[in-house]
């Protein structure tokens, strides 16, 4: 029992040391190991089209984390005082934004976006004062953060749930007796309940976003993010810089992630 | 729409306003996009690639073209699911029952977090590993030669287990974890063999674990695209790589349409029949989610 489940860790986590062992080679090619360096994080580092990937990619992870937080912490906590049939088409609407398949949600937002760039483009062109640039509506950040957020806002939206179930309502009650602001009980006594796994929520969408291929070869039009960067240079053989991208992806997502998990579970377990 | 709870001094308006944005979202994101789609699979082909209005089954009548995609989907998603089961189950029980407390969380932890990093990094290990560098050229050190493993079906479901697994673990672990141990005892001092006791006692208690485990793993592997792009060569090719080649590739958007619609239905009569089959109740779906 316990050899398996070593087996199954190594299985997990070798080719994950792999990557990593092989970013550190001296080599010229990615799969001959000849020595330990950091030539090739020099090299990726010094490539202007990686670094251009990765502040695209940061720039929309960000922006995912701060939107999704702040709209799925709200919505949370709205929808704890909806009942009915409309509790009934949120929950619904929450269900199906994180069950459909990434790849079915890149295309529609894809097909979407630009029918409805091509009605309202001649539009504004028309609104625009004559002689200038009119303005244009074009697939890029907006569209990437728009289609990551609708997933990760229903995920915040289920983690800031699941929490608000397990606090204390005698505390939110007391708050209220003792005659303070509803805004005053909610910054002093539910938001501190809530916090963690509010971080938990903004960790986990920006590792989403951060991570996420599909969606973004789909929509993020002229503008390359790491993962779509990383996919394209596979297609074109495999070289040590894409150890070197892998490596530090990789780093990057498993520490938020272990962050948000440890946050997530230690008040569950006391 | 609210009925007020929690002392209810705050207006309706707060609820609303709150939920604005969300709603927006799914509104322009989620709904219109999906009611695009399915308009489109009813239209036709523009001479330049996209959409051009029209309402015809063309699209539909045209889908066993793309049959070798849909065929391999269904047989690589169920057999995936049933692989990832396999192995996950002993290591859930090993988890939920023989880890003392104080390592439970760090290696429950370890196995859920390879899930949220990247599977695209995590599939292009495979490719490093499984291709002509990798375990092949170490075989023809000790004399073996042309074996090929990047590329095959074996390769493929090897993608398919790596990059699930994890997914199927937390929701049997959970399942399991609630167990009452109690009842293990029960059953034992009632002479049952540990072998009874598994498949009388624990079995059964942790179907809805498993249920949902399957479900989402089958879910995600009805959609697949990367790992039979990395490990397939090509010749093992999902509706999810029909659908990049349809949407970016030769902008057949209708068609395409019409694949991603059959797609989506065929999910959803699986997993309602599914649901209906296994349990009665949604069971622990939330939790499933971390």
Redesign the interface.
Known sequence: MRLYAIAVYLFLYVPIGIIVLFSFNSGRHASDFVGLSVKWYGKAWSNPFVIDALTTSLIIALSVAVLSSLMGTSAALALQRVRGPMRVLFDGLIYVSIMIPGIVIGIATLIALVTAFDILNPLLASLWPEGVKPAKLSLGYTSVIAAHTLFTMSLVIILVRARIAGMDRALIEASQDLYATPWRTFYQVTLPQIFPAVLAGFLLSFTFSFDDFIISFFVAGANTTLPVYVFSSIRRGITPEVNVIGSVVLFVSLTLLIIAQLLLRRRDRR | ???????G??G?W???A??A??SA??L???????A??VI?SFGARAPMGG?AAAFTFEQYANLPSRFAAFKNTMTFAPLGTLLCLL?AY??AY??AV?VSPRWK?L?L??????F???????T??????L?G??IP?LLELIGIEGVRLINTPGAVMLGIV?GY??LMVFPIFVSLEKLDKGLLEVSSDLGGTPLRTFLQVTLPLSMPGMATGCMLVF??L??E??IPA?LGGGKIFFI?NA??DL??QSRN?PF??AV?VT??VI?LITVSLYMRLTMGKSTG???S??
């Open positions: 729409m609210a009925a007020a709870t929690a002392g001094r705050k309706p707060l609820t609303v709150l939920l944005p969300t979202w799914f322009i994101l989620l709904v219109m996009p999906l695009v789609v489109f959409y192995i002993p290591l090993y988890l023989k969380l290696l932890v370890l196995v859920i977090v390879p949220w990093t990247s599977l695209l990094i995590r292009y290990a495979w490719i490093f590993i291709g560098r990798g050229a790596y697994l994890p879910i995600l009805m959609g695209f990367l990395f999810g659908l990049v949407f970016l958007w395409g349409s991603a797609l989506v999910m779906r939330d939790e989610l971390m």
